[in-house]
């Protein structure tokens, strides 16, 4: 896929909600995680 602006990119054709909440709801969990692991040591 190629986008016209930076805009776009992030727009994602419209799934761009959904791709980055996505992201970022995965991104939380493994710092959780972490952060979790280094706390049980």
């Known amino acids: 896929m190629q ?3 930076i805009s776009d990119f992030f ?7 959904y ?3 996505s992201y970022s709801v995965t ?6 995680e972490l ?3 280094r ?3």
């Open 11 to 17: 727009a994602m054709g419209g799934y761009g909600l």
């Open 35 to 37: 952060v979790d692991l």
């Open 27 to 32: 991104a939380l969990c493994v710092v959780i």
């Open 3 to 5: 986008w016209e602006s």
């Open 19 to 21: 791709v980055w909440g």
């Open 39 to 41: 706390k049980n040591r």
